[in-house]
């Protein structure tokens, strides 16, 4: 199980404090990784379920709010989980809503995993990233154009970057969540029609847990995994095969 040992790896984990970044922190770190648990609020209770791991501001309203991180030290892996979701209709869909969400989920992630890949190359080592990509980057959703905008770009980023880097040293990969119950996906639940109808959807018979994700980005993180580039694996409960 070597293979899948995160042992002596620093990570970093965007949007950790919780829901889906939790879950992949506290993965990361049960596979042997010292976690740094980044949110715009307190990731203390995450870092209090992980053995070896500390606590990060970043609030990705900012894009650029990563670009100091890497330059102080050692960061082998980054997973991009930060994201946002406004819903309306499109005819009354707003700029502020529009703006806000690319630039939290998809031009932060762009300009950290600049800011990341810059440090692994200056210094010829190893990378892993791992963007939270969504079933929206493949299909249109429902009232919510800036996400499926931003998930889309998130798909297309993944494979550019691993089009330039994967020769270097630095694995690129995505994780595409199904319907999975956080605070993203509150709306829905809430809504008994729109519920059933997920679930009727979705061939394992459930909305998926944060924790059905970790193992994942444990194994895009892992040496396992260092001829996967460009890919995006979709866990989704068999949401994408129906």
Known sequence: MISFSLEGKTALVTGANTGIGQ???????GAGAHVICAGRSSCNE???MIDSAESLRLDFADPMAAREVFGGRII????????IIRRADSVEFGEADWDDVIDVNL???????????????AR??????VNIASLLSFQGGIRVPSYTASKHGVAGL?????????????NVNAIAPGYIATANTEALRNDPARNQAILDRIP????????DIAGTAVFLASPAADYIDGAIFNVDGGWLAR
């Open 23 to 29: 879950a992949i922190a506290v993965g990361l770190g």
């Open 46 to 48: 995450t870092v209090g």
């Open 76 to 83: 082998d892996i980054l997973v991009n989980n930060a994201g």
């Open 107 to 121: 031009k932060a992630l762009f300009f950290t995993c600049q800011a990341f890949g810059k440090a692994v190359l």
């Open 124 to 129: 010829e080592g190893r990378g892993k990233i």
């Open 158 to 170: 993944t494979k550019l970057l691993a089009n330039e880097w994967a020769a270097q040293g630095i």
């Open 204 to 211: 394992a018979g459930r909305w998926g847990r944060p924790e």
